[in-house]
């Protein structure tokens, strides 16, 4: 968090909020106690040329997963990640499934990489209707919804499955759903809050809890009980805008401050009382006697 706020001082400016490494960290956190049997690959680079994936989860083992976003996890699973204000297009499915057929290819050894050992995960917020209409009328795709925010695609070699953050649940995906900047109410903020406060010094839950209370700052700060993971994970937050609003509020004053002056200063000119406006340069009290003489 001391890093953003060097980069506001730097530029007198907010920086955007950098959702891909919260979303980094909360896919791990989904997975819970199974994340041990994965590898997690953020920006995997492909080849020399500047394309990247998101993020690759290797399942390595091949073991089953329980976790309801991991059921169609194979060997090596794609997953491209679209933060809140941005959408999944029908190009960006080509990327990803460009990408996924390269990344297929880009070994040593030939076919190494097995096609039965791909999947394709696409994540936003919003549900892509263009998209899925595509899908079943340009490519003969079937869509499913397995479960609330789970869409299975079913009619290509590669299982694919698109993640609607904002229709997933509570219960099941707490830290993927509210990893937006319009948590619904206080009652979803209080349970993250109580789920943050179990597991407050790992950095995983830290990088998430962060960014979320960043993008959601008033709601957190205007409920009624400031737990004290709040406090400690906002303080430099808080402070930075406590910082800018003592500045605005010195600024305003010096400029009202500056404006009495220039209007008793007229006045006296006005006056032919030049040797006044000499002394109240340098005595502040004969300056206010002036103030209220001239009622400024």
């Known amino acids: 968090m001391n890093e953003s706020l060097k980069q506001k001082e730097a530029s007198g400016k907010t920086p955007l909020l950098q959702w891909h490494p919260a979303f980094y960290a909360g896919i791990q956190i989904e997975f819970g106690a199974e994340a041990q049997h994965l590898t997690f690959e953020s920006e995997h680079l492909l080849g020399s040329k500047p394309m990247q994936i998101d993020i690759i989860v290797k399942n390595e083992q091949n073991k089953t997963l329980k976790k309801n976003i991991g059921r169609i996890f194979r060997k090596y699973n794609i997953i491209e990640y679209k933060g809140p204000g941005d959408y999944l297009s029908i190009d960006d499915f080509y990327k990803v499934y460009g990408y996924t057929w390269f990344y297929k290819s880009d070994t040593r050894a030939v076919d190494s990489i097995k096609i039965h050992e791909l999947t394709i995960t696409l994540v936003s917020q919003s549900y892509p209707q263009k998209l899925i209409q595509h899908l079943q009328q340009k490519r003969?795709?079937?869509?499913?919804?397995?479960?609330?925010?789970?869409?299975?695609?079913?009619?290509?070699?590669?299982?694919?499955?698109?993640?609607?953050?904002?229709?997933?649940?509570?219960?099941?995906?707490?830290?993927?759903?509210?990893?937006?900047?319009?948590?619904?109410?206080?009652?979803?903020?209080?349970?993250?809050?109580?789920?943050?406060?179990?597991?407050?010094?790992?950095?995983?839950?830290?990088?998430?809890?962060?960014?979320?209370?960043?993008?959601?700052?008033?709601?957190?700060?205007?409920?009624?009980?400031?737990?004290?993971?709040?406090?400690?994970?906002?303080?430099?937050?808080?402070?930075?805008?406590?910082?800018?609003?003592?500045?605005?509020?010195?600024?305003?004053?010096?400029?009202?401050?500056?404006?009495?002056?220039?209007?008793?200063n007229q006045k006296l000119i006005s006056l032919n009382r030049f040797d006044d406006i000499v002394k109240s340069v340098s005595d502040k009290l004969y300056q206010k006697k002036l103030f209220a003489e001239f009622h400024l």
Request: with cysteine; aromatic share 6%; net charge negative.
């Open 140 to 264: 003969g795709y079937a869509v499913k919804r397995t479960e609330p925010g789970i869409y299975r695609v079913i009619g290509d070699v590669i299982p694919i499955q698109i993640l609607v953050t904002r229709r997933m649940t509570q219960k099941k995906n707490l830290w993927l759903r509210n990893l937006t900047d319009h948590i619904q109410n206080t009652e979803d903020a209080q349970e993250l809050l109580k789920e943050y406060k179990k597991h407050k010094t790992d950095k995983l839950y830290e990088s998430v809890m962060d960014t979320i209370m960043k993008s959601n700052f008033n709601l957190f700060k205007e409920m009624e009980t400031m737990c004290e993971a709040l406090r400690e994970l906002m303080k430099d937050e808080l402070e930075e805008r406590e910082r800018i609003a003592k500045e605005d509020g010195k600024k305003e004053g010096e400029e009202f401050g500056e404006t009495r002056v220039n209007q008793l």
